[in-house]
């Protein structure tokens, strides 16, 4: 795991084990522009994902990334983040 760019294999996992939602990473690859609710992701279930990260990093996220819409969005908010933390 880097420590400074969350993954698409690193959300899907995440998606997992905090929303309950498995999508294989080239799943999650290929619809990255797709709604979180159309992969089953609902705002707690992104809210889950946050507080996950927030444990692993041990710093806080943006305060938009658990209004994200896409994967790609997400992923390049919580990457902008860490990489301006680090």
Same mark, same amino acid.
């Given at each position: 795991?880097?420590?400074?760019?969350?993954?698409?294999?690193?959300?899907?996992? #995440?998606?997992?084990?905090?929303? *309950?939602?498995?999508?294989?990473?080239? &799943? !999650? +690859?290929? $619809?990255?522009?797709?709604?979180?609710?159309? #992969?089953?992701?609902?705002?707690? *279930?992104?809210?889950?994902?946050?507080? &996950? !990260? +927030?444990? $692993?990093?041990?710093?806080?996220?943006?305060?938009?990334?658990?209004?994200?819409?896409?994967?790609?969005?997400?992923?390049?908010?919580v990457?902008?983040?860490?990489?301006?933390?680090?």
């Open positions: 795991m880097s420590t400074d760019r969350i993954t698409v294999e690193e959300l899907a996992e #995440l998606m997992k084990k905090a929303a *309950g939602v498995t999508v294989t990473p080239e &799943e !999650l +690859e290929q $619809r990255r522009e797709s709604g979180f609710d159309g #992969l089953g992701i609902d705002s707690l *279930g992104l809210l889950g994902i946050v507080g &996950e !990260l +927030e444990n $692993r990093y041990g710093t806080p996220m943006p305060p938009d990334a658990e209004r994200c819409k896409t994967p790609r969005q997400f992923l390049d908010l990457n902008s983040a860490l990489l301006a933390g680090a």
